[in-house]
């Protein structure tokens, strides 16, 4: 069965501090990993797609990593902020050019002053 | 650049009543478009998705439809709303090509009293 789990559920942080979430699946076939950032009462936004190919990928002060052996992929956030607090949902696609997209749960960040 | 919208925003109806939720893409052609609901607190649950006009398929047996008059418009509706069909209604579209990521609307709250 194809599957995207996500922890932990929640996260609470102060201001400036590093954070990983962690991603987990089991789909087949894989196609490529998104992670996207979903501000409360808001669609989500992408933050990083990654392919079977792809090891890690950055945007700003978000890395995104992917081991397609182990089926695991994680989101590290630098010096987080406020604004950082958000659900932060993983995505994997199954397949190419096909609707199939296996959502996790999602971590719901949240950072204090 | 491509941008999605959907409206209303947000919606408060009594059971029983019709629902139509619309959102429409702009800045591309023949999208892949998708209804989802996301309950408070979980995952996005896949409603519809179309690949063309006319063209729709349902995951879920449920009291709603989806329906495809142009080609960057999906509409969802309802006959008569149950209490359980509250929640963040998305929609989406990705391409045909590529990578086929998904770009997410604002979404509409829909609160059934």
């Known amino acids: 069965k194809n599957q995207v789990e996500q922890s932990p559920q929640s996260l609470i942080i102060l201001e400036g501090k590093n954070c990983t979430l962690q991603?987990?699946?089991?789909?087949?076939?894989?196609?490529?990993l998104r992670w996207y950032k979903q501000d409360t009462g808001r669609g989500p936004v992408s933050l990083t797609i990654?392919?079977?190919?792809?090891n890690t990928k950055s945007n700003g002060r978000y890395t995104a990593t992917l081991d397609a052996d182990t089926k695991q992929s994680s989101l590290h956030i630098t010096a987080s902020q406020l604004s950082d607090s958000a659900s932060y949902i993983c995505?994997?696609?199954?397949?190419?050019?096909?609707?199939?997209?296996?959502f996790g749960t999602g971590t719901r960040l949240k950072v204090l002053a | 650049s491509q941008t999605i919208h959907q409206w209303p925003a947000t919606l408060v109806q009594p059971v029983g009543s019709p629902l139509s939720l619309e959102c429409t893409v702009e800045?591309?052609?023949?999208?892949?478009l998708y209804w989802y609901r996301q309950a408070a607190g979980r995952g996005l649950q896949l409603l519809f998705y179309?690949?063309?006009?006319?063209?729709i398929s349902s995951e879920v047996p449920q009291n709603l439809s989806a329906s495809r008059p142009q080609d960057r418009q999906f509409i969802l509706s309802s006959k008569k709303l149950l209490l359980s069909d509250s929640g963040f209604y998305l929609c989406?579209?990705?391409?045909?090509?590529?990578?086929?990521?998904?770009?997410f609307g604002p979404g509409t709250r829909l609160t059934v009293l």
């Open positions: 989406a579209w990705s391409s045909k090509r590529g990578y086929n990521e998904q770009f």
């Open positions: 179309s690949v063309g006009i006319g063209q």
């Open positions: 990654m392919t079977f190919s792809e």
């Open positions: 995505v994997v696609s199954a397949g190419t050019g096909t609707y199939k997209y296996i």
């Open positions: 800045g591309t052609s023949n999208p892949n």
């Open positions: 991603c987990n699946y089991t789909v087949s076939p894989f196609s490529n």
